[in-house]
C-alpha cells in the first residue's frame, strides 16, 4: 500500500469521512480494520484538534481517534466499524516515519442506526499561501488544486486545476504572471496566472517520485526548484520542463527549498539545512544541525544571512556559517522583503510571531485561537498573513490588529446533483464557483466559476450541461454554459425578487419563482418569457415534472400547486401544512409528489387526487429540500436542523438519520437509489439502504 503523505492524510482528517459506513445486521458480527501511517515521525506531536469520527455504532455512539505522535488515519477495510461504547477512544502510541499501524476489532450491533458520512466532498483547508509581487492577490493551495484570489475583496478569481494530490506548496512567478504549485501526487506545475491553464508539468522520467513539499522560482523567473519527499532537489527549466540537475545526498525528506537572491546558489532544508553552487550542483556548506529535522529556511534579501526553523529559528552568516542569533521557536519561517523582520508559526501552531532580526526582540504575536497552516508577507505592504482550517487573516505588522478576515472555504453548497450515471457529482457554492467531483474518491475534476457574486439560488440541468443561478435578492436569473462558465443567457421580468429556480429535464426551459407572487417559465435557448403563473402568495418553490409537462409550486399560503406547462393552468392544489412551502418535489413516475413546509414537516401527495398520503414527523426546523428516489420506494428530507432522513414510503417511517456537518440547503439520490447526496456547510454523501444490500 502506498502511503499517504502527510498533507493528504492532514486533509483526509480534516475534511472528509474515512470510507463508507455498512452497517451489518443487527446481532451479526462487525469487523473493522483501521489502518494509520506516521509520515513525521517520532517527535512530531500534535495539539488536540479534535476527535474524528470513523463510525457510529448501534446505541454506541461514536467511535473517536484523536491524532496523536504524528499518526493519520491512511485508510479502513471491513464491512462495520463499530464502538464497544460511547466515550472509548482509540489511543495512538508514537510511531516512526514512514511505519503503519494496523487496529483490528470485533463488536457485536444491537439497536437503531444513526449513520455517519460515506464521504465529506469538498476542498481543503489553505495549507499554503503566497502573495504576488504587487500585493494584490494571494494564491492558496487547498485540496487537489490552487486559486487565486483578490486580496482585498476575498474574491475567487481563478482556479487552477490538474494535479491528482493535495497542493500544499505554491508560489508566484518573478514577474506574476506564472503560479507553481507542488502537489503529493509527486508532481510541480506551471500555471498561467491569467487563465488558469496549465502550461508545463515538472514530472516524467526524471521527475520526483513522492510528494513534493516546496517549490521556488530562480531570481529571473527561468528555473525552477522542487524538493521532495523523496530526498532530492530537482532544477528544471520553466519554459520547456526539463530536468538540468538532481541534488542528491540528503538524509531525510526535504522539506524546502530556496534560490538566493542573485540565483547563484540554493538553500535546501532536510535534517540540516544546506548550500549548493546552482551551476554545478555541488554542495558549498551545511549549517551545524540544530534538532530532528529542519522544516523551513529561507535567504535574507541581501543574501548574507539564512534563517532556519528546525523547532528552533536560528539567523546564520552565510560566509562564515556561524548562528548568529537564536530568535525563538517554530517550524515555518519567513523574512519580509526589506530583511528587518521574520515571520514564524510552529507546525500546527495557534500563533505567529514577528521577530525583529536586528535585536531579536518578538514585536507581535498573531493569534486568535485557531490552528495555523500557513503564513506569508504580503509585499510593499505593512502586512502579514495568516491561514487557519477556514480563513485567511491579514495582521497590521505596526499595530498587531487583525484587520481582514478571507472565508477560504468554498462556500455553502446551494445544489448538489449526480451526473454522467451516479459516477460525478456537480455542486454549485455561494461564491459563484460549480465544482465536478468524482463520486467515489471525492476528489475534484473539473471547477467552473460562473461570477464573482454571492449565489443563493442554483439549478443544474439533468445532464450537468447547464446551470441557472440567482444572486441574493435579485430578480433577474442568469444561464450559464458548463464547463465553460460562459453566460448564456438572462431571465428579467420579475418585479421583485426570486425564491426558487428550476430547469425542466430536457434543459429546454427554466422556470422561476419568485416574491412577486408569480412563477414564470423561459424558453432556455432565447430567454423570452413564454408563460407567467399567477399565484394568490410569494411562490417559494418550484420543481418541474420529469416529463417537463407539469410545474409545481409552493407558496407563502401554505399551498402547494400543479400547473400545466403549455396552458399555464392550475390543475389541482395540495392543502394541508401550516407554514409556507418552501421545498417541492415530483416522484419519477409523476404519480406523488413531495412537499417541505416551514411547519418542520414533509407531505407526500397523489398527484391526480390531491391527497395527502403521509404526513413525516422528525425535524425540529423547517425543511429545506426534499428529493424521491428513482423507485419511489425512498424519500429524503433535508433540514435546517442539520440532518437529513431516509424515510421508508410505503411504512412512512424515518429508517435513518443522516447527521450532516451544518444545516442542509440541498439533497439529492444517485441514479441507482443506492447513495444520497446533502448540501450545505459540506457536501456529504450516505448510504441508503440499498447500499448496504
Known amino acids: 500500500m502506498k502511503p499517504c503523505s502527510c498533507l493528504q492524510t492532514a486533509m483526509l482528517l480534516a475534511l472528509f469521512s474515512l470510507g463508507p459506513l455498512i452497517v451489518a445486521e443487527p446481532a451479526e458480527i462487525a469487523e473493522w480494520k483501521l489502518v494509520l501511517h506516521s509520515p513525521f515521525g517520532e517527535g512530531s506531536v500534535y ?106 475583496t476575498g474574491k475567487v478569481l481563478r482556479h487552477f486545476v490538474g494535479h491528482e494530490g493535495v497542493v500544499g506548496t505554491v508560489a508566484f512567478s518573478p514577474d506574476g504572471t506564472c503560479l507553481l504549485t507542488g502537489s503529493s501526487d509527486g508532481t510541480a ?16 522520467h526524471h521527475g520526483h517520485r513522492s510528494h513534493v513539499s516546496s517549490v521556488a522560482f530562480s531570481p529571473d523567473g527561468k528555473r525552477v526548484l522542487t524538493g521532495s519527499h523523496d530526498q532530492t532537489v530537482k532544477l528544471w527549466s520553466t519554459a520547456t520542463g526539463e530536468c538540468l540537475r538532481s541534488f542528491t545526498g540528503f538524509d531525510a525528506w526535504v522539506s524546502d527549498v530556496a534560490f538566493s537572491p542573485d540565483g547563484t546558489r540554493v538553500l535546501t532544508a532536510d535534517d540540516q539545512a544546506k548550500l549548493w553552487d546552482a551551476a554545478t550542483g555541488k554542495q558549498l556548506c551545511t549549517f551545524p544541525k540544530s534538532g530532528l529535522h529542519v522544516y523551513s529556511a529561507a535567504f535574507s534579501p541581501d543574501g548574507t544571512q539564512v534563517i532556519t526553523a528546525s523547532g528552533e529559528l536560528k539567523l546564520w552568516d552565510v560566509a562564515s556559517g556561524e548562528c548568529v542569533r537564536t530568535l525563538g521557536t517554530g517550524r515555518t519561517v519567513l523574512f519580509s522583503d526589506d530583511g528587518a523582520h ?49 480563513s485567511i487573516r ?41 465544482h465536478l467531483w468524482d463520486a467515489s474518491t471525492g476528489h475534484d ?52 425578487w426570486i425564491n426558487s429556480v428550476a430547469i425542466s429535464p430536457d ?14 417559465l423561459w424558453d432556455a435557448a432565447t430567454a423570452k418569457c413564454l408563460a407567467t403563473i399567477r399565484d394568490s402568495a410569494p411562490v417559494r418553490s418550484v420543481a418541474f415534472s420529469f416529463d417537463g409537462k407539469q410545474v409545481l409550486t409552493g407558496n407563502s399560503n401554505w399551498q402547494a400547486k400543479l400547473w400545466d406547462v403549455n396552458t399555464g393552468d392550475c390543475l389541482r392544489r395540495f392543502e394541508g401544512h401550516k407554514w409556507d412551502i418552501t421545498a417541492v418535489a415530483f ?26 398520503m403521509l404526513v413525516l414527523k422528525s425535524h425540529s426546523c423547517v425543511i429545506t429540500a426534499v428529493a424521491c428516489s428513482p423507485d419511489g420506494t425512498l424519500l429524503l428530507t433535508g433540514s435546517f436542523d ?39 456547510l459540506k457536501v456529504e454523501l450516505w448510504w441508503t439502504t440499498k447500499g448496504l444490500e
Open 189 to 204: 506545475r506551471l500555471w498561467d496566472v491569467a487563465t488558469g491553464r496549465g502550461i508545463v508539468a515538472y514530472s516524467g
Open 445 to 496: 475534476i473539473a471547477v467552473t466559476v460562473t461570477s464573482d457574486s454571492d449565489k443563493r439560488l442554483v439549478a443544474f440541468s439533468t445532464d450537468v450541461s447547464v446551470v441557472v443561478t440567482c444572486d441574493e435578492e435579485e430578480s433577474t436569473a442568469e444561464l450559464w454554459q458548463l464547463p465553460t462558465g460562459n453566460r448564456l443567457r438572462r431571465f428579467e421580468g420579475h418585479t421583485s
Open 507 to 520: 434543459g429546454s426551459h427554466v422556470v422561476t419563482a419568485s416574491h412577486d407572487e408569480t412563477a414564470k
Open 642 to 680: 442539520g440532518t437529513a432522513k431516509l424515510w421508508d414510503t410505503a411504512a412512512g417511517k424515518c429508517i435513518r438519520t443522516f447527521v450532516a456537518a451544518g444545516p442542509v440547503q440541498s439533497v439529492a439520490f444517485s441514479p441507482d437509489g443506492s447513495i444520497v447526496a446533502t448540501g450545505g
Open 587 to 612: 416522484s419519477r413516475d409523476g404519480l406523488r409528489i413531495l412537499t417541505g413546509s416551514s411547519d418542520n414537516t414533509a407531505r407526500l401527495w397523489d398527484t391526480n387526487t390531491g391527497d395527502c
Open 47 to 152: 495539539p488536540d484538534i479534535g476527535a474524528y469520527t470513523f463510525g457510529l455504532g448501534r446505541n454506541s455512539g461514536p467511535i473517536k481517534a484523536i491524532p496523536d505522535a504524528g499518526w493519520f488515519f491512511d485508510h479502513w477495510e471491513g464491512n462495520a466499524l463499530e464502538a464497544p461504547s460511547s466515550d472509548n477512544p482509540i489511543t495512538i502510541p508514537p510511531g516512526s516515519q514512514g511505519e503503519e499501524k494496523v487496529l483490528i476489532g470485533v463488536f457485536t450491533e444491537t439497536g437503531d442506526v444513526v449513520t455517519q458520512a460515506h464521504r465529506r466532498i469538498g476542498l481543503g483547508p489553505p495549507l499554503a499561501v503566497v502573495c504576488s509581487s504587487d500585493g494584490r492577490h494571494v494564491a492558496v493551495g487547498t485540496g487537489r488544486h490552487a486559486e487565486l484570489r483578490d486580496l482585498r
Open 342 to 390: 521574520v515571520l514564524a508559526s510552529g507546525l500546527w501552531d495557534r500563533a505567529a510571531k514577528l521577530w525583529d532580526v536586528v535585536t531579536g526582540e518578538c514585536i507581535h504575536t498573531f493569534a486568535y485561537g485557531e490552528i495555523l497552516t500557513s503564513i506569508a508577507f504580503v509585499p510593499g505592504r505593512k502586512c502579514v498573513l495568516t491561514a487557519d482550517f477556514a
Open 394 to 434: 491579514a495582521w497590521d505588522m505596526i499595530a498587531g490588529d487583525c484587520v481582514q478576515i478571507i472565508d477560504s472555504s468554498s462556500g455553502k453548497s446551494k445544489a448538489v446533483a449526480f451526473a454522467t450515471g451516479g459516477k460525478q457529482i456537480a455542486t454549485a457554492d455561494s461564491h459563484g464557483t460549480v
